[in-house]
Nanobody, 114 residues
Framework: QVRLVESGGGLVQAGGSLKLSCAVSGIIFYINDMGWYRQIPGKEREFVATITSSFTTDYADSVKGRFTISRDNAENTVYLQMNSLKFEDTAVYYC????????WGQGTQVTVSS
């Protein structure tokens, strides 16, 4: 059974930082591309960042220079370091394996207060 479990969300003031983690089990982690997406109520889920099995990264323009995606293949975990957070970063953040048609976590809420 494939499981993706996100953690690290919470409430932070604008300008602050959070680091999200996603622990993955049930798949061969190191061969899979991983990604982070986010969703605001009433809107479609949107791409945030991806990291390939060869550690190539890609980011949405809205988070470039502020967010960093990384992975630890020994720990089967993908991370999202979020710095200089803005109110508009408020969303539920989802981890995905082999996005967008693979497996998804349940999401973790990130709330940025202005």
């Amino acid at each position: 059974q494939v499981r993706l479990v996100e953690s690290g969300g919470g409430l932070v003031q604008a300008g602050g930082s959070l680091k999200l983690s996603c622990a993955v089990s049930g798949i061969i982690f190191y061969i899979n591309d991983m990604g982070w997406y986010r969703q605001i109520p009433g809107k479609e889920r949107e791409f945030v960042a991806t990291i390939t099995s060869s550690f190539t990264t890609d980011y949405a323009d809205s988070v470039k220079g502020r967010f960093t995606i990384s992975r630890d293949n020994a720990e089967n975990t993908v991370y999202l370091q979020m710095n200089s957070l803005k109110f508009e970063d408020t969303a539920v953040y989802y981890c995905a394996a082999r996005p967008p048609f693979g497996w998804w976590g349940q999401g973790t809420q990130v709330t940025v207060s202005s």
